[in-house]
Nanobody
Framework: QVQLVESGGGLVQPGGSLRLSCAASGSIFSINAMNWYRQAPEKQRELVAA???????NYADSVKGRFTISRDNAKNTVYLQMNSLKPEDTAVYYCNLDLLQLLGGLRNYWGQGTQVTVSS
C-alpha cells in the first residue's frame, strides 16, 4: 500500500508565496511522473504542473513564470513553489503520482488535497 501526504496550503495575500509538498511512502519501487492538479469551486480539475523522472517539467500557461515544480527522489517527495499568487489561483491542490509498486505494478495515486486561498 502507498500513502500520499500533502502539506503547505493556507491563506495568503495576493502577490504572496506558498510551497506545497507531497510525500509518498509505502511499498514503492520507483516513481515516474509527479504532477500537481487543482480544482476551483464549480470548475473542472486542471493540470498545473508536471515533472518526469528525468526532471523534465511542464506547466499550465496560467502559472508559467510563477510556479516551479521540483522533486526529491530520495524522499519520494514533489514540491510546488508558488510565487506571485493571484486570487484566481484559489483552489484545492492535489498531487498525483505514477509509481511502480514493489508488488502490484504501475499505479496512479492521488493526494488528499490541500486548500490554497489567495485573498486580501
Amino acid at each position: 500500500q502507498v500513502q500520499l501526504v500533502e502539506s503547505g496550503g493556507g491563506l495568503v495575500q495576493p502577490g504572496g508565496s506558498l510551497r506545497l509538498s507531497c510525500a509518498a511512502s509505502g511499498s514503492i519501487f520507483s516513481i515516474n511522473a509527479m504532477n500537481w492538479y487543482r480544482q476551483a469551486p464549480e470548475k473542472q480539475r486542471e493540470l498545473v504542473a508536471a515533472i518526469t523522472s528525468g526532471g523534465r517539467t511542464n506547466y499550465a500557461d496560467s502559472v508559467k513564470g510563477r510556479f516551479t515544480i521540483s522533486r526529491d527522489n530520495a524522499k519520494n517527495t514533489v514540491y510546488l513553489q508558488m510565487n506571485s499568487l493571484k486570487p484566481e489561483d484559489t483552489a484545492v491542490y492535489y498531487c498525483n503520482l505514477d509509481l511502480l509498486q514493489l508488488l502490484g505494478g504501475l499505479r496512479n495515486y492521488w493526494g488528499q488535497g490541500t486548500q490554497v486561498t489567495v485573498s486580501s
